[in-house]
């Protein structure tokens, strides 16, 4: 550990998509946010050892990931061992790059310069760097390579960048541009079918004829830190002294708590709420505590000079989540600043949203961790899930007041082609606001009740709500031979619970003969450990007119939460 740094021996992993994506609107991004968290563990990985052997590195990763402290940890291992290394914050090189330094000092940056040893540069973060506009990063960029000098050829460079911030195509250009690295092409290695050769060392193998050299642009590799994996969250939750660390964990995976666990600042919150209540909720009630604890001002001087009581700073988040969702801008304009007029475009106006509210109840609510930190005088909410809860809320707010109904049951509902169907961009706000109103909750069972399944907290529901709702799915979804839409597993897990167990019974009876049903039903049984169903799962799983997937899932079942008699039984099969 160096300087109470918990080192979790992070892993990154290589981006090589050409996409300059917003990760809210964008359905790409949802794709790549996921690769990065969740499904990249097929893939190669990288260790900081691997990334001290490349010469300019980009690492992406979102707010509260644990960007900037990796790459302080590193800069203070690589001077440990006796290399040139420096830390810089991006914003601070363009006023005064001689007081720039964050580890490290200008004279020795200047006794470096006079050198032959290599060097490494650690530059956080590109979204700092652009709080004043767009052009900051660049003009960053021009300055600490004009500071460079001849010299970048001994330099290894490493720049951070929140994913939402990054600009894969002209990021990536200025980088080339103003810090450019050169590699000689002299690994050659003999294609035996023509007379071209390979040419290692680039990013394109680059084919020349048999021995020629040349000396090519070197292309900077782009990386994302991945999340915590189970190990790294074990190490942090013991380096927070959390008691009884297999039950926590546990109750992670059990909970789906993982958007609270995979990033340091998140974790950190999590941990504070196992610690005072020893027991992680359900997933509403997570983001319910997530949402008061992070409008919450912790700070009494802050408090005080910026006054917001803990009901205005739920209207105004409340109100501000709906605004973003509907009118589909996801920045919101931080007053008085100065913002690109092109952003301003693009961005909610928090005055002309909170009209009854002054400058400072303003500017408190929008520096409330709720929201990342600003970027071009706009902020964003912290996580999608939140802002979508958030909505769900304020329109529950509205019903209470005796807004009409009728006009919010249709945002979420349309008629096409003379069948009532869900709005599919607000179905994740539906997912929630079925969790507080009867009405919408039993409109949205006989409507799209798979809704139920794929979004939102089904968990939070009463049993008999449940059970009535994957009764009316299966009797909807029983004349379509395919189903429609996808239920993945951390969808269907979210729903099982063992009190279904009486109603799949049932409904297994029932659905024996419609594959789809009966897969998503075997799916509830085998994620929600309900052992009442075992005997009738047995008996699919050694009929042989049933398919394999169908048949795995049984083994599965039986596996989990059989008897001895019953797995014996299976294996004698």
């Not at 964050?102 to 290599?118: L, M």
């Not at 610690?275 to 604890?293: C, G, L, V, Y």
């Not at 009901?311 to 501000?320: F, Q």
């Amino acid at each position: 550990m160096l300087d109470n740094f918990i080192d979790l021996n992070r892993s990154f992993v290589k981006i090589t998509e050409d996409h300059d994506f917003d990760m809210e609107e964008d359905p790409y991004a949802e794709v790549f946010a996921k690769f990065v968290k969740n499904y990249h563990n097929n893939f190669e990985t990288k260790k900081w050892v691997d990334l001290f052997q490349l010469q300019r590195v980009i690492i992406l990763a979102e707010a509260g990931a644990g960007k900037t402290a990796e790459i302080r940890f590193a800069t203070k291992k690589l001077r440990r061992e006796g290399k040139k290394a420096f830390f810089f914050r991006l914003e601070h090189i363009n006023s005064d790059f001689d007081s720039s330094f964050e580890i490290g000092e200008k004279a020795e940056f200047d006794e470096w310069r006079t050198c032959d040893e290599q060097g490494w540069f650690f530059l956080d973060s590109v979204d700092e760097a652009r709080l004043l506009g767009p052009k900051q990063f660049e003009q960053a960029i021009r300055k600490f390579g004009a500071e460079l000098g001849e010299n970048k050829q001994r330099a290894y460079i490493y720049i951070t960048s929140r994913i939402s911030e990054w600009r894969p195509q002209s990021d990536l250009d200025l980088v080339k541009k103003q810090l450019p690295f050169e590699v000689t092409l002299d690994k050659e290695i003999q294609d035996k079918d023509s007379d071209l050769i390979f040419l290692e060392g680039t990013s394109n193998n680059t084919i020349k004829p048999y021995g020629n050299q040349e000396r090519e642009q070197y292309e900077p590799t782009v990386f994302a830190l991945r999340s915590l994996d189970l190990g790294q969250i074990s190490i942090f939750s013991q380096a927070f002294y959390v008691q009884d660390l297999e039950v926590f964990l546990k109750a992670i995976e059990k909970h789906e708590a993982n958007i609270f666990s995979t990033r340091p600042q998140d974790l950190k919150d999590l941990i504070a709420y196992w610690k005072q209540h020893r027991e992680i909720a359900n997933r509403a009630k997570m983001i319910e505590a997530s949402i008061t604890s992070k409008l919450e001002e912790e700070n009494p001087d802050r408090q005080s000079a910026l006054p917001l009581n803990p009901e205005e700073a739920r209207y105004g988040a409340e109100i501000l989540a709906a605004s973003v969702t509907f009118l589909k801008k996801n920045r919101i304009l931080i007053p008085d600043e100065n913002a690109d007029p092109t952003i301003k475009a693009e961005a909610i106006n928090a005055k002309s949203i909170l009209t009854d509210w002054d400058f400072k109840k303003t500017q408190a609510l929008l520096q409330r961790p709720i929201f990342d930190e600003a970027i071009y005088g706009t902020v964003r909410f912290h996580h999608r899930s939140v802002r979508e809860y958030l909505t769900a809320k304020w329109l529950y707010r509205l019903l209470q007041e005796g807004k009409s109904r009728r006009s919010i049951e249709g945002l979420f509902f349309a008629e096409r082609y003379g069948r009532q169907v869900a709005v599919p961009s607000l179905r994740p706000v539906l997912a929630c606001l079925i969790l507080f109103d009867d009405c919408i909750r039993e409109k949205t069972a006989k409507i799209a009740p798979e809704i139920f399944i794929q979004g939102g907290d089904p968990s939070a529901l009463p049993t008999e709500t449940r059970q009535s709702m994957l009764t009316q799915f299966c009797e909807r979804y029983v004349s379509q031979k395919f189903l429609s839409f996808g239920l993945d597993n951390t969808n269907v897990q979210r729903f099982a619970h063992p009190d279904l167990g009486q109603t799949i019974s049932h409904l297994l009876e029932i659905y024996s003969g419609h594959e789809e049903i009966l897969d998503l039903l075997l799916r509830i049984i085998w994620l929600g450990d309900i052992q009442v169903c075992s005997e009738k799962v047995l008996s699919y799983a050694i009929d042989e007119k049933y398919g394999v997937y169908t048949r795995i899932y049984c083994i599965r079942i039986i596996k989990a939460v059989g008897s001895q008699a019953q797995k014996i039984g299976l294996w004698m099969q």
